[in-house]
């Protein structure tokens, strides 16, 4: 079955970094499109970073253009966000997507709390 398994979120001081990783199974992970979602309290979930296929197109939003990058493993099956100058409105639960948000697969999220 399908299995999108995020880690490396954590509790931060502004300025730092995170990594989080996405590990997936169950599914030809090169030919799909991946991305980075974020969902805040009282906010509505958000793209955050998308990558189309390794070597491909990425695109980020506004927000965490500069900060955020999006890269991928096929040989690995693992799409990870490095973030970096993090920052206390970056706070939210960050969930991998494969395919698209709407008929694509989910992982469970993983938290992520930028306070000092």
């Known amino acids: 079955q399908v299995q999108l398994v995020e880690s490396g979120g954590g509790l931060v001081q502004p300025g730092a970094s995170l990594r989080l990783s996405c590990a997936a199974s169950?599914?030809?992970?090169?030919?799909?499109?991946m991305s980075w979602y974020r969902q805040a309290p009282g906010k509505e979930r958000e793209l955050v970073a998308r990558?189309?296929?390794?070597?491909?197109?990425?695109n980020y939003a506004d927000s965490v253009k500069g900060r955020f990058t999006i890269s991928r493993d096929n040989a690995k099956n693992t799409v990870y966000l490095q973030m970096n100058s993090l920052e206390p409105k970056d706070t939210a639960v960050y969930y991998c997507?494969?395919?698209?948000?709407?008929?694509?697969?989910w992982g469970q999220g993983t938290q992520v709390t930028v306070s000092s």
């Open positions: 990558s189309v296929s390794a070597g491909g197109s990425t």
């Open positions: 169950g599914f030809t992970f090169s030919i799909y499109a």
């Open positions: 997507n494969a395919g698209s948000p709407k008929f694509g697969y």
